[in-house]
Each structure stands twice: as structure tokens, then as C-alpha cells.
């Protein structure tokens, strides 16, 4: 999006970035803390300071039957998977290429091919931007679930994460997942295989964000009744859909839009990408306004046929900060 903010601030330290929320504080002016950008849309110019976070660093601590890291939030996802399997730590590579950085991935529970953060997480600490005090959290107090923890809702104004501790076990065992199983490799199975898989499906299948714009899938996978996921599984065939521990059923919203059919559907330059109907594209220079009306119109016409509602899983930020749209 071609959109500005009032100044952009890339913090490598945690004193510089308690300094620049105190200049924030004192100006009153809003602030927000992003890692790569890759899972927010911007709406309009925004009238605040954009912090960009590039704390990095990893400490490693051997347990038992575990590796522990402590991973600051500014180190890059990507650049995380790459680092443990250089280390020989084998674990996340199910994880790989998945775009952000490490204090975003435990906002947003990231998930991929079997895989969740919730899986290898210990805990996260925040900060205390006003005292700076650290607060550790342990995994079972963040409450995630599917894209989402407690520090989507809360925690946002006034705290920042610093740290995730990513527990990597040391007898490996490897997440095999349904494209994995097409593999004829899969008797020789190894983490750097599976990190090479993954990369290749993800390159082939996803637009890179740096030449197509995009913010990943916009819309979560629906968590919808048995009941209501019963009436669709009786009238096609081979929907993909993963039972839930609760009995829900979570369903396909790439499916859901390819089987609605949209032909080609564009909205100004905002269009579906060919590949991954989940994904929306600006095909150049295309306003948040045109990337609104797409992603409305895909909401009505799925509930109107299928009686789903469309949850968005991309951010939304005014000139003002984060807003809930759709
Ligand atoms: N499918 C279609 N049409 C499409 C794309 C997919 O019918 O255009 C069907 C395929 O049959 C496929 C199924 O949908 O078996 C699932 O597709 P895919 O494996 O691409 O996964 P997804 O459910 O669409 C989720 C995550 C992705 C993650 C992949 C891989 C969400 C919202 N998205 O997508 O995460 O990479 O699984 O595990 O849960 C992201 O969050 O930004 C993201 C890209």
C-alpha cells in the first residue's frame, strides 16, 4: 500500500525502544510495534510512529531432553528455521518461510503444515514499557488457539514482547503432513528434507510479498457446527476439513472461494491470487479501499452460499491504529 506514517523508528535495543514510547507517551501520539509488516494492511496515511522492531539475538540452554532458546522478537522467522537446523536443532523446520519475525509469530499463534507456535513454545516475555519490568508468560497462561493469544486482545498499549522461548526436543520425530506423504523420499525422511519440501511448496503455491503485494492468507480457516459442516460434506465431495478436539470442524476457506467461482474476479488492481484463492493480491498500486470492497464482496458471497462468515486474519490499521473491520 502506498501509504505513509509520521515517522518510522527501527529500534535494535530495548532502551531504545522504552525511549521512543516515552517520546510517544509524552506526545501523545499513537505507536505501533511491527516486525516485518507482512500481516497487516494499512488503510490510510497513519499519524503516529511505526516502531519497527529489530531486537534480535538467541541464547541456547541445554536441558535434559530439551534445547531451550531464548529468542529476542525482532530476529526473523525464517531466519530463526535456518539458524536451528545450521545448529543441527531439529523442529521447526514445518515452519519455514513463513514471513514475519519471532515476536509476531507468538502474537499470531502461526501454523503450517501441522505445525503450530503453541507446539515448540515455553513462554513469551513482555515488557513493561513504563517501568521496564519483564513479565514471563508462561505457555499455558497466553491462551492460543487457532491464530490467535492473548496478546492479540490484550497487552497492546504500554507492553511489547521481547523474547520467545522456543523449545526444541532432542529426540526428533518429524511432522508429517499430507503433501509430505506424496513424497517418495519419505522413508529417508530428515528435518532438512522437510524444510526443503516446505520451501517448495510455499514458493510455488504463495506470492512472494516483496514482488506481488500481499498479506498472506487474509481470511482465517472457518471453525464452524458439525451440523452445518455435515450439509456441505453431503453435497461435494472431498472438502478438506480438519476435526477440532471440540467437535467443531474446521473447513477450507481456499475451497470455499474456489468452489463460489468468482471468474477472475478484480476489484481496481486488488485481485485472487490463481494459485491460493485465500491469498488477496495488489496487482499494482492498488488502494486499501479496492482490497476492502474484494475482501466484502468474497465475505457476502460465502455466507449468501454457504452460510459462512469469513473471519479476516489480516490486521487493519487506521491513521490512528488497529481498527476491527469486516
Ligand atoms: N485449496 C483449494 N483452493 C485453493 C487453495 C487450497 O481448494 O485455492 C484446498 C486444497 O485442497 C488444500 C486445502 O484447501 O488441500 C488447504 O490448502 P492449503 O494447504 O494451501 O492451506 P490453507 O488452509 O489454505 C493454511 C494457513 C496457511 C498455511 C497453510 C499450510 C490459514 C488461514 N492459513 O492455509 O498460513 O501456510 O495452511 O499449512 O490457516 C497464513 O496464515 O498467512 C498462511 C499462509
Known amino acids: 500500500m502506498d501509504v505513509t506514517a509520521k515517522k518510522i523508528v527501527f529500534v535494535k535495543t530495548i532502551q531504545s525502544l522504552i525511549n521512543i514510547w516515552k517520546i ?10 511491527l516486525g516485518e509488516g507482512s500481516n497487516v494492511l494499512f488503510l490510510e496515511n497513519y499519524e503516529g510512529i511505526v516502531i519497527v522492531n529489530r531486537i534480535k539475538g538467541i541464547k541456547i540452554q541445554e536441558r535434559q531432553n530439551i534445547w531451550l532458546l531464548h529468542v529476542f522478537s525482532g530476529e526473523k522467522w525464517h531466519d530463526l528455521v535456518k539458524y536451528t537446523l545450521r545448529m543441527g536443532l531439529f523442529g521447526l523446520e514445518n515452519l519455514a518461510l513463513v514471513p514475519g519475525s519471532v515476536g509476531s509469530a507468538a502474537i499470531q499463534n502461526i501454523g503450517a503444515y501441522g505445525l503450530e507456535l503453541k507446539n515448540i513454545c515455553e513462554y513469551v516475555d513482555i515488557i513493561s514499557l513504563d517501568n521496564g519490568k519483564i513479565i514471563r508468560f508462561k505457555k499455558n497462561l497466553c491462551n492460543f488457539s487457532y491464530r490467535s493469544s492473548i496478546f492479540k486482545k490484550k497487552y497492546n498499549y504500554g507492553y511489547a514482547i521481547i523474547a ?34 516446505v520451501c517448495q511448496i510455499r514458493k ?25 459442516a455435515e450439509k ?7 472438502v478438506p476439513h480438519y476435526i477440532q ?35 488477496l493480491i495488489n496487482l499494482k498500486n492498488a488502494n486499501s479501499k479496492e482490497i476492502l470492497k474484494l475482501a466484502k464482496t468474497i465475505q457476502k458471497c460465502i455466507l449468501k452460499k454457504f452460510e459462512i462468515y469469513l473471519e479476516p486474519e489480516v490486521d487493519f490499521i487506521n491513521s490512528s491504529g488497529k481498527i476491527k473491520l469486516l
Do not use: R
Not at 24 to 33: E, G, H, R, W
Open 245 to 279: 478436539y471440540n467437535g467443531f470442524i474446521k473447513i477450507s476457506a481456499a475451497w470455499l472461494i474456489e468452489k463460489y467461482n468468482f471468474k477472475n474476479i478484480q476489484i481496481g488492481n486488488a485481485a485472487i491470487y490463481k494459485k491460493q484463492k485465500l491469498i
Open 164 to 197: 520467545v522461548g522456543i523449545k526444541i526436543q532432542k529426540n526428533w520425530k518429524p511432522i508429517i503432513f499430507p503433501s509430505l506423504l506424496k513424497s517418495k523420499k519419505l522413508l529417508k525422511i530428515s528435518a532438512y528434507k522437510i524444510f526443503n519440501i
Open 232 to 238: 456441505i460434506l453431503s453435497s461435494y465431495i472431498n
Open 24 to 33: 510517544c507517551k509524552l506526545s501523545n501520539l499513537p505507536y505501533i510495534i
Open 204 to 228: 510455488k503455491k504463495l506470492p512472494n510479498p516483496k514482488k506481488l503485494g500481499n498479506a498472506g492468507s487474509f481470511f482465517k480457516n472457518p471453525i464452524i457446527t458439525f451440523k452445518k
